[in-house]
């Protein structure tokens, strides 16, 4: 499985993004997918899942603010993030086969990443 991240930039505070990811190669269809962020510095971690169907799941720093959607058909997914805050500042990794390991939110296969820089 391939994951290609873009939509990525730079925002001023209160700005809006749209992430996509579309995924190629042995897809599974409405595959768990999520997105992961690793901001400057620090450990990368979980934004928000999408699972099996229409079920999601947010981090509570950006509930609210972020929106998970796919579609299915095409296995893609994308990370609407409005109301963007500095702190959101991070290399965003999308990611597809979402599981819990010892209580750390983990995944079979990661995109590349794609910068979102939020400027005060």
């Known amino acids: 499985v391939q994951l290609q991240a873009s939509g990525g930039g730079s925002v001023q505070a209160g700005g809006s993004l749209r992430l996509s990811c579309a995924a190629s190669g042995r897809a599974v269809p409405n595959a768990n997918m999520g997105w992961f962020r690793q901001p400057p510095g620090k450990e990368r971690e979980f934004v928000t899942a999408i699972w099996s169907g229409t079920t999601t799941y947010y981090i509570d720093s950006v509930k609210g603010r972020f929106t998970i959607s796919r579609d299915g058909a095409k296995n893609n997914v994308f990370l609407q993030m409005n109301n963007l805050k500095p702190e959101d500042t991070a290399v965003y990794y999308c990611?597809?086969?979402?599981?819990?390991?010892?209580?750390?939110?983990?995944?079979?296969?990661w995109g590349q990443g794609t910068l979102v820089t939020v400027s005060s």
């Open positions: 990611a597809q086969g979402l599981h819990k390991s010892m209580g750390v939110m983990m995944a079979d296969y």
